[in-house]
């Protein structure tokens, strides 16, 4: 069993950077697929890039594709996510995620484990 903690939040203007990480204890993530959420205040857990077992394959969701990059060091047990360009409306929770199969998936109920968020803030 694998658990999560995410850290590098913050606060930032329109158009700064922050990068998130994401470590692993337990388990090493070359056994997970792993995914990014947000959640606003007062909206549903929303679907931000996920990245397949072997690490070969990464999705991004179209309204983050261009700006948002994630990536894994397998010697850190750990995944990032690189924001750029950021915008106000990416102001939320984040949250990494784990699930033992091979594929990617979109879905939060698909994800076993989860860790326990970073708030980011985009002020304008």
């Known amino acids: 069993q694998v658990q999560l903690v995410e850290s590098g939040g913050g606060s930032v203007q329109t158009g700064g950077s922050l990068r998130l990480s994401c470590a692993a204890s337990?388990?090493?993530?070359?056994?997970?697929?792993t995914g990014w959420f947000r959640q606003a205040p007062g909206m549903e857990r929303e679907f931000v890039v996920a990245?397949?077992?072997?690490?070969?394959?990464?999705y991004y969701a179209d309204s983050v594709k261009g700006r948002f990059t994630m990536s894994r060091d397998v010697a850190k047990n750990t995944v990032f996510l690189q924001m750029n360009s950021l915008k106000p409306e990416d102001t939320a929770v984040y949250f990494c995620a784990a699930h033992a199969y091979t594929w990617i998936t979109t879905n939060t109920f698909e994800y076993d484990y989860w860790g326990q968020g970073t708030q980011v803030t985009v002020s304008s």
């Open positions: 337990g388990s090493t993530l070359s056994n997970y697929a």
């Open positions: 990245m397949s077992m072997s690490g070969a394959t990464i």
